[in-house]
């Protein structure tokens, strides 16, 4: 059995990353107010959105929610990487 890399290299954990910064983006959110919502500081988020530091679960739900997202919209993201 094939496992997929675990790392921020991974091609699907990039594609989610990509699909959440082009949500901010389209809300007009910049790295410094996503940073302010969720409490961190803006270089935390570019670490983030340059695949410098890999997000659990956890911390892509609280990601989601801090861009706006619905439960579905959630799960909607999730379900195109499967």
């Known amino acids: 059995?094939?496992?997929s890399p675990?790392?921020?290299?991974n091609p699907k954990y990039q594609q989610l990353i990509s699909k959440l910064v082009d949500v901010r983006k389209s809300?007009?959110?910049t790295q410094r107010d996503l940073a302010k919502i969720l409490n961190t500081?803006?270089?935390y988020v570019g670490r983030l959105e340059t695949f410098e530091r890999r997000l659990d679960i956890l911390e892509i739900i609280d990601?989601?929610?801090a861009l706006g997202l619905s439960k579905q919209e959630i799960l909607?993201?999730?379900k195109d990487l499967i």
Request: charged share 20%.
């Open 1 to 3: 059995m094939k496992t």
């Open 6 to 9: 675990k790392s921020i290299h």
């Open 27 to 29: 809300k007009n959110i």
């Open 41 to 43: 500081s803006h270089c």
């Open 63 to 65: 990601l989601c929610k």
């Open 76 to 78: 909607n993201l999730i």
